[in-house]
């Protein structure tokens, strides 16, 4: 089966030090999600791609997180500077058009900020 | 108000009974739902799409009901290997974006 691959899986950081998760869609997939999933909020949006192209990271604080595709088969998510209430799973999903929205998940980075 | 809202539960289902649970969403927009499965410390799976008629799935049944705007899931013969949180998943037309509501947990019990 194909997957969406995440690294790392696991991250314990401390506080302001820079973190950086990768995602790596499934090919042909041309639409890349990234999700943050709390006890408090459940999912939550933070950013998508179309074609590698941004189209909505309104959930996502602009201040500390950004987010890219420097190509078709990687999306990066980085904090600079982390903080505590940035612990959390961040999963990437991937889909396509062709293939109904039924969006693939990846295994997740679960992010501790200490 | 959430764009999609669910009884977190947990819903304890004695095995082989028949449990089912509901989901409202807010936009009238929205066009395409989703059952997503979600088990502990694991990514969600999609279970099953929604459609407009309702569709079955071996022993999922998924109800969409436009104008009270609630999506339901029922699971009938619940197995132990059921037990996962059920996440509602509403897309509206026209936009990839999902929101996902927080999960219906359900815990089968032996």
């Known amino acids: 089966d194909a997957r969406v691959t995440q690294t790392p899986r696991h991250k314990v950081t401390e506080m302001g030090q820079e973190v950086t998760m990768r995602c790596q869609p499934i090919?042909?997939?041309?639409?890349v999600f990234w999700y943050r999933q709390t006890m408090m909020q459940g999912l939550e949006l933070l950013a998508y791609?179309?074609?590698?192209?941004?189209?909505?990271d309104s959930g996502m604080p602009k201040d500390r997180f950004s987010a890219e595709m420097p190509d078709a088969t990687l999306a990066t998510l980085k904090i600079q500077p982390s903080e505590p209430r940035d612990s959390a799973v961040y999963f990437c999903?991937?889909?396509?058009?062709?293939?109904?929205?039924?969006?693939?998940f990846g295994s997740g980075t679960r992010l501790t900020v200490v | 108000r959430k764009e999609v809202e669910q009884d977190p539960g947990p819903f304890n289902v004695p095995e082989g009974a028949t449990v089912a649970f509901n989901c409202t969403y807010s936009?009238?927009?929205?066009?395409?739902f989703f059952w997503y499965r979600q088990d502990c410390r694991k990514e969600p799976k999609l279970l099953m799409s929604?459609?407009?008629s309702g569709n079955e799935d071996g022993r999922f049944t998924a109800q969409l009901n436009r104008a009270s705007q609630y999506i339901s899931l029922l699971i009938r013969d619940s197995k132990l290997s059921d037990s996962a949180t059920y996440l509602c998943?509403?897309?509206?037309?026209?936009?990839?974006?999902?929101?996902f509501g927080k999960g219906n947990q359900v815990v089968v019990i032996p």
């Open positions: 999903a991937s889909g396509s058009r062709d293939r109904g929205y039924g969006y693939t």
């Open positions: 791609f179309r074609n590698r192209a941004p189209l909505d």
């Open positions: 936009n009238s927009a929205s066009q395409s």
């Open positions: 929604v459609y407009s």
């Open positions: 090919l042909g997939h041309n639409t």
């Open positions: 998943v509403v897309k509206e037309d026209g936009n990839n974006r999902l929101a």
